[in-house]
């Protein structure tokens, strides 16, 4: 007997296109039988966790017949200290694109809209189509601009009316690594309607420099009711592999975000390891002076092979190779380096480049010129 579900499904689902993550490791020996395999595909940390998150975890595993903390209690505790915000305006998330998500759930219907710029993290239109919300993707700077590719406020603002619910702002933004500035996002604010809430998602905010002009939104919490702030451990606090982030906003809206939370949605390592990290301030600022130097490293080598780049202030570089960048990705797999090609972001002649240590920069380096000679 042959079923057909797809007419079960529900209408957003059936031509859902889902998340590509970067390409594993594993599945590169497979296809290629390589050993030597350099990854700068999914701007992890190249440092690998806190050795305080890693003390913690293995304390922890004894107990990993028990259901962790609902609440994450300690992990609230210290956020709270850490960002002085009282804990009734945390959420705490499965990653930051778990909470991401939760916002969606918690605001938009079918009847409603979400608002986000060309070039804007994938997440966003998932999700936003998955509940069966209309997306409008407002035009995104043009490529001769001093921030190209990157989000425009007033193309933004043009797009909300009275069917949006969500705007969603990453800033920075992925894969593009540009940001607003402090006065364009501030003002991108004070423009949006009280009754649309705005999500500003700061998962790179720890390696932004603070000559950069890249603001940390949890300043205008108190100002914005219908500001979220999203932001991750995965990142800068090198803790992919567990899937922990929060969100920060007002009171009334995190409880709405923690109506629509899974139960347990954060696992028992998780949460000691995020409390550890949060902690961890020496290993904190080591990711960030390795992501500094490691940013010149790329940007000196895209330099010497005639290469442009877009502005960063996330730990990667997004190059425009001059050809398909699919077409190089898969030339660099076959020496062994995974770098993530952005067509699907409409940027097809791009590659974005984690950064790494600097001997996986090295590599990378040296692969690229050696694809791009030919």
């Not at 922890?60 to 609902?70: H, S, V």
């Not at 999700?127 to 590719?149: E, L, S």
């Not at 540009?178 to 949006?192: G, I, S």
């Amino acid at each position: 007997m042959t079923c057909d579900f797809l007419p079960l499904a529900a209408p957003g689902v059936r031509t859902l296109q889902p998340y590509q993550p970067g390409k594993p490791e594993s599945e590169l020996r497979r296809e290629y039988g390589l050993s030597e395999i350099v990854k700068l595909a999914s701007n992890e940390n190249p440092l690998g966790p806190s050795p305080k998150a890693l003390v913690a975890v293995r304390e922890a595993l004894n107990g990993l017949a028990r259901y962790p903390d609902g609440n994450g209690f300690d992990l609230k505790t210290a956020l709270s200290a850490r960002l002085n915000t009282p804990m009734a305006t945390l959420t705490l998330g499965s990653g930051s694109n778990d909470v991401l998500e939760l916002a969606a759930r918690a605001f938009l219907t079918p009847a409603h809209e979400a608002v986000f710029s060309e070039h804007a993290f994938a997440v966003y239109p998932i999700v936003t189509q998955a509940i069966g919300a209309t997306a409008r993707i407002a035009k995104a700077y043009p490529p001769d601009h001093a921030m190209p590719y990157g989000h425009d406020p007033a193309a933004i603002l043009k797009l909300i009316n009275d069917r949006t619910r969500i705007v969603f702002i990453a800033n920075p933004n992925n894969p593009t690594g540009t940001w607003l500035k402090t006065a364009e996002l501030q003002a991108l604010l004070a423009a949006v309607p009280e009754s649309v809430i705005v999500v500003v998602d700061e998962a790179y905010g720890e390696y932004v420099e603070a000559d950069a002009d890249c603001p940390n939104a949890l300043r205008w919490l108190d100002r914005f009711p219908n500001l979220i702030v999203t932001r991750t451990f995965s990142k800068a606090y090198g803790l992919a592999g567990l899937r922990v982030g929060y969100a920060v906003s007002h009171p009334q809206v995190a409880d709405l975000l923690n109506r629509v939370r899974l139960p347990f949605n954060v696992n028992s390592l998780a949460l000691v390891a995020a409390t550890a990290a949060l902690d961890d301030l020496d290993y904190l600022e080591r990711s960030r002076t390795l992501n500094r130097a490691g940013m010149r490293q790329l940007q000196t080598a895209c330099r010497t092979l005639g290469l442009t780049w877009l502005p960063s202030v996330g730990n990667f570089l997004c190059v425009n190779v001059g050809r398909p960048g699919r077409e190089v990705f898969v030339e660099l797999l076959k020496r062994g380096v995974i770098v993530r090609p952005v067509d699907n972001y409409g940027l097809p002649d791009f590659l974005r480049i984690s950064i790494g240590s600097q001997a996986e920069n090295a590599r990378f380096i040296e692969a690229l010129g050696a694809v791009l000679k030919g």
